[in-house]
């Protein structure tokens, strides 16, 4: 369901002059209609639209007019008006094309003086001689020409005329351009009417050509001559012209070669002509010298690229291919067009011209195409697919078929698909499918890897071309596999296109395979099996974007696939209802009736009836755990096809139960995905609310009753009403006091989506009006809003409370209005930051109260300034200027104060709050429709001014050389501090004139004293009362204030001016008198931003001075004023010359990566127009390439850091976009030698401009995977699109490897090793690759092999990755195989251990990369991996003792344990393997860890290599556990089977780095054996376990490293406990109590939460155990467990505790939270109880579903014992809260003890005992934090549990007999008074307005007084007998 607005046509009207409306109204005799009176009318209508409906009835009336009306002088003077009409309407007016279609139908008769008529007009017209009135006419022609016949005939007569006038515009236009050469506005103008001009002239030969004999056009002595040469000329001067549009020059190309086939002879010569032009073969002998004279610089200088490109559009373009009529000269010239293209595709990289060239190789395929269907045998085999062209175009598909430009990538398609059909034309007659060409590409296509984009474009196009069948022959798992590759969504949409061309292509192949509907079962199982499996058990972006891109076109394809999937699904959601990370069969149902809803194939109402679908089932997804299949049940309700389908009442009860459980999502998507969905219920109700009333309207009554059977509409208009009241209450109910930020976030989005849907339109009757359901309380409480810590719920309470305007200020007194005010005010010079933003949305929601002035302002400003009561000036005009006012004289006043002293202006009253507050003003005025424009003026003058001096006081701070380390820690001792401040700001000079420093930090005494002289002192202007009256309490001083107040206050100054810049008219001239600020202003406005933008130190200052700046730079580009317009430029060139000067003198920042310089110059390129030449961006690249560029002298490096540090900035700058890339490659290698700089500040630059070059070319970085294919490219594609970077890269590789090579290991480390490994790393090759590329990968590769004998280890590391990307697949084998063979033997004399181990990393990295693999089991992978085994084999010493370096030999171990894995996976171990295990277990019982370890830890490389032959081990152990080894009766296996080390001789180790990774695989085995993941395995696995437990509880006790212990626990909660706890006697001498008690100690002792939660558990665990087998547990251990599990649940606690908690809850469930038996007693069930509320209220999502699973597990239970069809399971917290308390309140039935629950839930209800303490003392406590907001709650509400709990509570109390008053209910009872009374003395005791001053004390008392009205409630119903004391409490 898209909502769409209608959109309005608007047509100009026309309008006679005195003279035609005379000449008609002579014509006009009687009241008898004829020609004139129509016309006369026609004229007199002032609407368009009526003016098309009055001329559509001349043709009619013309045809009625007898033979002889033509001579008729009254037809005459029509046709003449008509005619004048015609050519003074614009070309888009649609009443100059209704003119033209009702002229056309003109009888013959008429035609003549018609004819006459319009040449007369045309003439008229031709006589233009204003170059800007030019193309009103050249419009005019083109209409003429465009399906007109007047027009034509009126062009043929005139034709000389207009040949000539076209001639004339050209010569014109061009000139008219050359004498306006830097003003842009006007040249931009010019070139589009150049444009036009050219594009008017080819239509005039193109359409004439064929009514003017043939041989004019190629006559030297015709008429036209003349002007045809001129034209000819001119188009070959604009195409060589570089300074002209490319789309001017793209036409010109095209005009051309027509211009020259018009007049060239013979035809057939004309393709050798163009041939020789693009060759520059041109022999002057064979051409005529009319072409030579007019052409002569296209057959004399070399043509640029950019000329050839257009030559070879023109000739593709305008010569004809299809009728083979240029014969052999024609077939040549397309072989050289595409030869040239080819050529050009390497040179050109800027961005238009790489388009415009895909563009027109597409084009050249299409003429290819043309010029087979009649050519010489000779061309089929030139174009054939294994010719040398096509391969070439193949090549230019493959590096750009992942090109960054959007038109590039879809020309490259298209190349790829037609180069398929004309290898198809080519072969006609024979059998495609086997074809070898089809075959080797569809083979190599399906090589590639799948994140490879162009992959599937390409492949869609071989399943169109071959059909899907063919392709799924060869690999039906492709399906699958494309569905695998959209979890990630850059590649989903690619996917999913080509599964749609798949899919539907099988369709149409098995309906024409099988007679009847049996082909359906294979295309599902296909198709939709794989599909619903993910739905189900994806991942959750899987699962979204096969939702969004696949299943809609799916069920497109064949909508009878739903109810397979219905059925499918419906069968299995009861065992997969899903989880909090899988959506189950129940998500995957949803998300399937969700999408054929919306997409109009199913009814809803249907299949609920049908019983499909249950309204339980649509409950359950509501509520669920995983909140996208919470969105697709809401999804499902609310999209329908018809946007007026009439929505049912259990749609409406199942919204309302979705709103009461699902406002506050944590998730934004999620939040913003529930909101439009209601909007667009919404919506529909309000459509279909409209439908309803017409029905009503257009029946009878006799009608309706009849018709009441069927539907009621009075009946659903009332629905619709109640429905949405009960929405709106339950709405401004979720707004109560402590409501998250989620909450509000949803509710206001909601309820602005009401009050916008439901505004009352003028004629239409509204269902519901929002107004409706407001009072002053509601009001009140979306005025509250404004005080939440989120500016974006301000924003939204704003916009809601401006649409309701009117309702609220009639709602509130002019008490409260004033208060409100005071309150802004008061906020608008608050210390804290965010509190200016309040005041502002306070002011600007206030300033639409038409009477502000007369309740607010008066008694604010003692001058009275109010305007006159002019009722045109609008109410927010007048207020809006008044409060500015205001704001201003106080902001005046303090900037006085704030010269005095700094720090107390920081202190008492930061000035950025009032400036904020006046932008905030501002910004909501309509500036260019304003009545006051004198005040304003006058109100923009002193705006400016004040900006200026505050600055003045603000900007020595911010501009210091270290603004942030200049103020002295806050910590500091008073008077130290005191001192440094005071010589800090004596040294950046502030305008401070007084002698306040003394006391810098405590300045309580002297605030009193200043603010008594405050009193005495007047200035000029009012003062501020606030400033005079209120005497500041407390006015202690921080560092962090004094640094705000100036980088706050220069943030609002620059966005302050930036606001007012846009009040600068777009036609200002130099002495404008309309605007309200003047072009001095704006000159003078833009000289501050270069001074501080260049001179600013502070980052958070000069990122927002730079925002105001750019919105100056914008206003500046688009001005009329040329002084203005030229002004950007002029400040680049100065900016960048100083930059080139590096005076000594230069106040411009070097350091800090040059602060505000690199913002400054990228805001004056970004203001450059998008589509003009981008001049100032080259001159600047130019300029900054040459800077950035090393130094031979290093004399100075300043000018070379601000080159780089811009450079960084503007390539990170996203609106330059492709503009940029060509200047990549520059960037580069300025940034690789600049990092061999000896100055640190230059490799520093360069660094961060690698960074940023890295991301431009492959990137942002989307995953945490360094070797992720994602953000990388092939070699081929990077260095086709960087050309220059192949011999720079190629060069600087053989310098490092030279350095490294030399045979003495000292340490060389080249500068630029690491960057070019790194850019190397990033590259990978394709199969595609053809023999074509000149750019090869392989000379690359023994340079990086060097690199691996680097001295340093990280740079063995990095080039062992580099070169896994340049090795081919298929050679890895012999790669690898060949440094193997370079490893030297044990006698070798000069071993080097850097060169073993760079090898031994890169054959690892190598086999590593092969390995994983997924296409490896066939014969030439098998054969290569026996190739390495075999020579792996020979260089076995490497992992022995006579190898000393313990390095090597890890590396070398670390090959053979990945080969060992590989083998034990995935080959069944043959007798040629055996011999490989039995050198590994040699290697094993030969190593260290048999004989004992001869080293300390301190050797290097011990620990390593301890951790691989540990891995050798382990993975030795898998293997032997194998069904290969255990099943073999070979000798050689049994050997084998016998293992050197056992897994407890290694546990036994005295190196922690052993044990742990052999806990870490007994933990995985363990894992395995416990989910059943074994078969053939299980039994030698459980051989590897047996007899473990007595070693594991024995180290378990001894174990002192935290890793190890905390492992070893995890591995006995993993394990069976029967075969664990029989062992605890013998091993450790406990019992099982014991050991219980132990591990409880452990809890409490342990300082890690690691060992904590695993303790816990498995504590918890053994509780468990032992109580399920009837043994005795103490009282004492069960409470010491039971308060565990409660301190575990703390809010302090950190995640892993909670979360261990909340599993050890879920574990208990069955046997003590929910047993029919209280096991713990009373109250420690209910403790446990409460952590699970605790836990649901968490602010963590993970540890909300893990304690939700406790409500599954209950409801589960509850479910099979008592029978119930359906309950909600896999729930979302708050939903399982309110379950919590509804389980609870029947468990308490259960367990008989209703009367002892109740008082416990009370207390729960009241608070905890501290709350009276906290009450009390909150009014105390004041936060000092200057950015503290408070309590910011994020998820958890207090008031949602304790409305929850008193609802279900009430239930509980009316259901029982609970009378009897007893000691705990009055102590309860006389408790919740007190505190009742306390809250209201509190509350009293606050200030005006406490929801602005003190918010957080505010909530908290409003939380506490509901707490205690609900309890008092409860108690009140259970004390009934007491009716005096009910009588009280109710007061």
């Excluded at 709103?659 to 667009?680: A, D, E, F, G, H």
């Excluded at 202190?907 to 004198?934: D, E, K, W």
């Excluded at 003047?1078 to 730079?1106: C, M, P, W």
């Amino acid at each position: 369901m898209v909502l769409k607005k209608k959109k309005e046509i608007h047509v100009d009207a026309f309008f006679l002059n005195s003279r035609q409306l005379e000449k008609l109204q002579a014509f006009i005799e009687s009241e008898e209609q004829n020609l004139a009176s129509l016309l006369l009318h026609c004229a007199q209508l002032s609407n368009g639209i009526q003016q098309i409906q009055c001329i559509k009835q001349i043709l009619p009336l013309v045809k009625k007019m007898d033979q002889n009306s033509a001579c008729d002088p009254m037809v005459k003077a029509c046709l003449d008006i008509l005619g004048e009409i015609y050519f003074s309407l614009g070309m888009k007016n649609p009443l100059k094309k209704v003119l033209a279609s009702s002229l056309n139908g003109l009888p013959e008769q008429f035609m003549t003086e018609a004819i006459k008529s319009f040449v007369c007009c045309l003439r008229e017209e031709l006589k233009t001689a204003d170059v800007y009135l030019y193309r009103k006419v050249l419009d005019s022609l083109a209409s003429c020409m465009e399906d007109f016949s007047l027009g034509k005939a009126s062009i043929k007569n005139l034709f000389k005329e207009v040949l000539q006038f076209l001639q004339k515009s050209l010569l014109d236009i061009q000139e008219e351009n050359r004498q306006n050469s830097g003003n842009r506005i006007v040249q931009t103008q010019l070139m589009h009417d150049l444009l036009v001009a050219i594009k008017v002239s080819m239509m005039l030969v193109q359409k004439l050509q064929e009514n003017i004999k043939g041989s004019l056009w190629k006559n030297p002595d015709a008429f036209i001559w003349p002007s045809m040469c001129s034209l000819l000329k001119s188009s070959t001067n604009f195409l060589v012209d570089e300074t002209l549009l490319q789309t001017v020059r793209t036409t010109s190309g095209l005009a051309f070669i027509l211009f020259t086939k018009a007049m060239y002879g013979p035809p057939e010569e004309l393709p050798s002509l163009v041939s020789d032009l693009l060759l520059g073969s041109v022999k002057h002998t064979g051409i005529p010298a009319w072409f030579v004279s007019n052409c002569g610089i296209l057959c004399t200088e070399e043509l640029s690229d950019s000329v050839l490109l257009f030559l070879c559009h023109g000739a593709l373009a305008m010569l004809e291919w299809k009728t083979g009529s240029m014969g052999e000269n024609g077939e040549k010239l397309l072989l050289d067009v595409v030869s040239v293209l080819l050529s050009l595709s390497s040179e050109l990289k800027e961005s238009s011209m790489a388009t415009s060239l895909s563009r027109i190789l597409a084009i050249w395929t299409n003429s290819a195409l043309d010029a087979l269907v009649s050519c010489s045998p000779n061309l089929k085999v030139t174009l054939n697919g294994n010719s040398h062209i096509t391969g070439k175009l193949l090549e230019y598909v493959y590096t750009h078929w992942e090109h960054p430009l959007d038109a590039v990538r879809h020309q490259t398609k298209l190349i790829f698909k037609n180069l398929l059909r004309i290898h198809r034309a080519t072969i006609t007659g024979s059998d495609e499918k086997s074809d070898p060409f089809f075959a080797g590409l569809t083979k190599s296509l399906l090589s590639l890897e799948w994140h490879v984009k162009g992959k599937y474009a390409s492949l869609g196009c071989l399943v169109e071309c071959l059909g899907t069948e063919n392709i799924l022959q060869l690999d039906r798992t492709i399906p699958v596999q494309i569905l695998d590759v959209m979890n990630d969504q850059s590649l989903a949409p690619y996917a999913s296109d080509l599964l749609e061309t798949m899919f539907i292509n099988h369709k149409v192949h098995l309906t024409a395979s099988f007679q009847e509907s049996g082909w359906i079962d294979q295309w599902h199982d296909t198709w939709v099996s794989p599909l619903l499996l993910i739905l189900c058990e994806g991942s959750h972006d899987q699962t979204t974007y096969v939702i969004d891109y696949y299943l809609p076109k799916l069920l497109k394809c064949s909508p009878d696939s739903l109810n397979y999937m219905i059925k499918i699904l419906q069968a299995s959601i009861d065992a997969n209802l899903g989880s909090r990370s899988t959506r189950g069969a129940l998500g995957a149902l949803m998300a399937c009736l969700r999408t054929a809803r919306s997409h109009g194939h199913l009814e809803l109402s249907n299949i609920m009836s049908n019983g499909l679908v249950s309204s339980e089932c649509i409950k359950q997804g509501l509520v669920h755990q995983h909140s996208q299949v919470c969105i697709d049940a809401l999804g499902l309700l609310c999209e329908t096809h018809r946007s007026t389908e009439i929505v049912s009442v259990e749609e409406m009860q199942l919204i309302q139960f979705f709103i009461t459980y699902n406002l506050n999502s944590q998730s934004p998507s999620v939040r913003q995905q529930m909101c439009s969905l209601l909007r667009k219920l919404f919506c529909r109700i309000q459509e279909s609310s409209q439908m309803l009333y017409k029905f009503q309207q257009n029946k009878t009554k006799q009608e309706l009753l009849e018709d009441s059977t069927k539907w009621d509409p009075a009946g659903i208009l009332q629905q619709y009403k109640v429905f949405m009241s009960s929405v709106c209450d339950r709405l401004f109910e979720a707004l109560f006091p402590g409501s998250s930020h989620a909450t509000r976030f949803s509710t206001l989005t909601i309820l602005g989506s009401v009050a916008e849907i439901f505004s009352g339109q003028k004629g239409q009757t509204q269902v519901f009006q929002l107004t409706q359901e407001i009072d002053s309380a509601r009001v009140q409480t979306l005025i509250q809003c404004f005080a939440s810590t989120f500016e974006e719920i301000k924003v939204l309470a704003f916009e809601l409370l401006i649409k309701l305007r009117d309702v609220a200020f009639n709602l509130q007194d002019s008490e409260n209005v004033e208060l409100l005010f005071q309150a802004a005010m008061d906020l608008s010079t608050s210390t804290r930051p965010y509190d200016c933003v309040t005041a502002s949305h306070l002011l600007n929601f206030l300033v639409h109260h038409e009477e502000l002035q007369h309740i607010c302002l008066g008694k604010w400003v003692e001058h009275n300034f109010q305007i006159d009561e002019d009722q045109s000036i609008s109410t927010v005009e007048k207020n809006t200027l008044a409060v500015v006012k205001l704001l201003l004289v106080n902001v005046e006043e303090e900037i006085f104060q704030a010269k005095k002293s700094l720090l107390q202006a920081a202190a008492s009253f930061p000035m950025y709050g009032r400036v904020h507050c006046i932008t905030g003003a501002l910004q909501q005025l309509p500036l260019h429709n304003l009545t006051l424009i004198t005040e304003w003026k006058q109100m923009v003058a002193r705006l400016i001014l004040m900006s200026y001096k505050l600055s003045a006081i603000v900007s020595p701070v911010v501009q210091s050389s270290s603004p942030e380390g200049l103020i002295p820690m806050d910590s500091d001792s008073g008077v130290e501090t005191a001192n440094q401040l005071q010589m800090i700001l004596r040294e950046i000079q502030p305008q401070d004139t007084n002698d306040y420093f003394i006391q810098a930090k405590i300045l309580k005494e002297y605030c009193k004293v200043e603010s008594e002289k405050l009193v005495d002192h007047k200035p000029t202007e009012n003062i501020c009362t606030e400033i005079r009256g209120k005497e500041r309490q407390t006015c202690d001083v921080t560092a962090q204030m004094v640094l705000v107040c100036c980088w706050r206050s220069m943030k609002e100054i620059s966005l302050l001016l930036g606001t007012l810049c846009k009040l600068l008219p777009s036609q200002a001239a130099s002495q404008s008198s309309d605007g309200l600020i003047t072009v001095e202003q704006i000159k003078n406005i833009g000289d501050y931003f270069k001074h501080y933008l260049l001179q600013s130190r502070h980052r958070g200052a000069f990122e927002l001075a730079y925002a105001g700046f750019v919105q100056l730079t914008e206003i500046l580009s688009r001005c009329n004023d040329e002084s203005l317009r030229r002004m950007p430029e002029q400040w680049l060139c100065r900016v960048l010359g100083e930059i080139k000067s590096s005076d000594p003198s230069s106040k411009l920042c070097a350091t800090r990566r040059s602060a505000g310089i690199p913002f400054y110059i990228q805001a004056l390129l970004a203001s450059e127009p998008k589509k003009g030449k981008a001049d100032m961006l080259k001159m600047t690249m130019e300029e900054l390439m040459s800077l950035a560029a090393p130094l031979n002298e290093s004399s100075n490096i300043v000018p070379q850091v601000h080159a780089l540090n811009i450079l960084r900035a503007l390539f990170r700058d996203t609106r330059l976009g492709e503009n940029i890339m060509p200047y990549v490659a520059d960037g580069m290698q300025a940034a690789i030698l600049g990092f061999m700089s000896p100055v640190w500040a230059v490799r520093n630059s360069s660094t961060l401009l690698f960074s940023a070059l890295i991301t431009r070319i492959f990137g942002v970085k989307r995953g945490k995977d360094e070797n992720s294919k994602k953000n990388r490219m092939t070699g081929r594609e990077f260095f086709s699109r960087f050309p220059s970077l192949y011999p720079f890269l190629l060069k600087q590789l053989e310098i490092v490897a030279n350095t490294l090579d030399s045979e003495s290991e000292e340490l060389k480390l080249h500068p630029s090793l690491f960057l070019l490994l790194l850019i190397l790393g990033k590259l990978y090759p394709s199969p595609m690759d053809g023999t074509y590329s000149a750019l090869s990968m392989a000379p690359f590769v023994p340079f990086i092999v060097r690199c691996g004998h680097s001295p340093v280890y990280r740079s063995r590391e990095m080039s062992g990755q580099a070169l896994v990307p340049f090795v081919m697949v298929n050679e890895v084998p012999q790669t690898a195989v060949s440094l193997l063979k370079g490893l030297p033997d044990c006698t070798s004399p000069c071993i080097r251990q850097n060169a073993i181990h760079g090898t031994l990393l890169q054959v690892f990295h190598l086999l590593q990369s092969y390995l994983e693999l997924k296409q490896h089991i066939n014969s030439d992978f098998q054969k290569g991996l026996n190739d390495i085994i075999t020579c792996i084999g020979t260089k076995v010493w490497l992992a022995k003792r006579p190898n000393p370096c313990l390095v090597t030999r890890a590396a070398y171990i670390d090959v053979l344990v990945i080969l060992s894995t590989h083998l034990g996976k995935f080959q069944r171990p043959g007798t040629q393997l055996f011999g490989f295990w039995e050198e590994l277990n040699t290697i094993i019982s030969e190593s260290e860890l048999m004989t004992g370890i001869p080293y300390s830890s301190a050797v290097p490389g011990l620990t390593q290599y301890l951790q691989s032959i540990t891995k050798l081990v382990i993975s030795m152990l898998s293997v032997i556990a194998g069904p290969g080894i255990q099943s073999s009766s070979s000798p050689l296996a049994e050997k084998i089977a016998k293992p050197s080390l056992s897994v407890a001789r290694l546990l036994h180790c005295e190196f922690h780095e052993v044990r742990l990774l052999v806990l870490d695989a007994v933990l995985l085995w363990l894992k395995q054996i416990n989910s059943k993941q074994i078969t053939e395995k299980e039994r030698g696995m459980l051989c590897l376990l047996s007899d473990l437990e007595d070693t594991l509880l024995t180290i378990a006790l001894k174990e002192r490293n935290l890793q190890c212990f905390c492992k070893v626990l995890e591995v006995l909660y993993n394990m069976d406990l029967n075969s664990v706890l029989p062992k605890t006697e013998c091993s450790i001498k406990m019992n099982p109590n014991e050991l219980l008690i132990w591990s409880l100690n452990v809890v409490d002792i342990s300082n890690s939460p690691e060992i904590q939660s695993i303790a816990l558990k498995f504590a918890s665990k053994l509780v468990v155990h032992l109580l399920q087998n009837h043994q005795q547990i103490s009282e004492v251990v069960l409470k010491k467990w039971v308060q565990l599990i409660v301190y575990s649940c703390g809010d302090e606690q950190q995640t892993e505790m909670l979360l261990a908690a909340a599993e050890v809850l879920k574990n208990i469930t069955s046997s003590f939270l929910i047993s029919e038996k209280l096991i713990l007693g009373l109250s420690d069930t209910l403790a446990m109880w409460k952590c699970v509320v605790l836990l649901l209220q968490n602010e963590d999502l993970v540890i909300r579903d893990t304690a939700a699973e406790v409500i599954q597990m209950a409801q589960s239970q509850r479910r099979s014992t008592k029978g119930t069809v359906f309950a909600l399971r896999i729930v979302n917290a708050p939903m399982a809260l309110d379950l919590a308390f509804g389980i609870l309140c029947e468990l308490l039935q259960l367990w008989g003890e209703i009367h002892a629950g109740i008082l416990i839930l009370l207390e729960w209800l009241l608070g905890d005992n501290d709350q009276k303490r906290d009450l009390e003392t909150s009014a105390l406590e004041e936060d000092d934090y200057l950015f503290d907001k408070g309590e910011v709650n994020f998820w958890a509400e207090k008031l949602t549990n304790v409305r929850q709990l008193g609802k279900h509570l009430l239930q509980l109390v009316s259901v029982t007999n609970l009378t009897s008053a007893d000691q705990e209910l009055n102590r309860l009872s006389r408790t919740a008074l007190e505190q009742a009374q306390l809250v209201a003395h509190l509350l009293r005791a606050l200030p005006p307005t406490p929801e602005f001053s003190k918010t957080a004390e505010f909530t908290r008392l409003a939380i506490q007084n509901e707490r205690i009205s609900i309890c008092l409630k409860i108690l009140n119903l259970l004390k009934s007998d007491d009716v005096c004391q009910n009588k009280n409490l109710e007061k």
